[in-house]
């Protein structure tokens, strides 16, 4: 048995404001779990995406997370959950006035081919994005894979 307490797992940089990787905390070996809290206009994710081989739920907490799907957009409020088969695209953001607060799982722990879609200024469409490490070193970065561009910046 494992037990941990989730506000002493160290958060990590992305698109949420706090992220707390609880896999490792718990020596989960099967399931891939995180926390999170979204303040407004955060997403859990990096942009628009699937992972090839990894089903994902997510419990909704508190508040209410706009999930963009392929069937269009779909809102989870507190007390619900949401399921992913492996292969779907979805993206869930905040966009309300209050924070999130949310749970992520996946299964296997291992999700296979992450497609990551987002709206690349010089392209001028949603193309395949790869996220980086800032030059810098202070942050994550995506990136265009198809002309290079930087499309956003994660601190
Ligand atoms: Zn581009």
Same mark, same amino acid.
């Given at each position: 048995?494992?037990?941990?307490?989730?506000?002493?797992?160290?958060?990590?940089?992305?698109?949420?404001?706090?992220?707390?990787?609880?896999?490792?905390?718990?020596?989960?070996?099967?399931?891939?779990?995180?926390?999170?809290?979204l303040?407004?206009?955060?997403?859990?994710?990096?942009?628009?995406?699937?992972?090839?081989?990894?089903?994902?739920?997510?419990?909704?907490q508190?508040?209410?997370?706009?999930?963009?799907?392929d069937?269009?957009e779909?809102?989870?409020?507190?007390?619900?959950?949401?399921?992913? =088969?492996?292969?779907?695209?979805?993206r869930?953001?905040?966009?309300?006035?209050?924070?999130?607060?949310?749970?992520?799982?996946?299964?296997?722990?291992?999700?296979?081919?992450?497609?990551?879609?987002?709206?690349?200024?010089?392209?001028?469409?949603?193309?395949?994005?790869?996220?980086?490490? =800032?030059?810098?070193?202070?942050?994550?970065?995506?990136?265009?894979?198809?002309?290079?561009a930087?499309?956003?910046?994660?601190?």
């Amino acid at each position: 048995m494992e037990k941990v307490r989730i506000e002493n797992v160290e958060s990590r940089t992305g698109p949420a404001d706090v992220k707390r990787p609880l896999t490792r905390a718990l020596g989960a070996t099967d399931l891939s779990l995180n926390y999170y809290e979204l303040a407004p206009g955060d997403s859990f994710a990096f942009g628009y995406h699937a992972h090839s081989n990894q089903e994902e739920v997510f419990y909704v907490q508190s508040s209410t997370v706009t999930f963009e799907t392929d069937d269009g957009e779909v809102e989870a409020t507190s007390g619900e959950v949401v399921r992913f =088969a492996p292969g779907d695209y979805q993206r869930g953001v905040n966009r309300g006035d209050e924070r999130v607060v949310a749970l992520a799982l996946g299964a296997p722990q291992d999700s296979g081919d992450l497609d990551l879609r987002r709206d690349c200024p010089d392209c001028g469409e949603r193309t395949t994005n790869t996220i980086e490490r =800032a030059g810098d070193e202070t942050g994550l970065v995506t990136v265009c894979e198809d002309c290079g561009a930087e499309t956003g910046r994660f601190d």
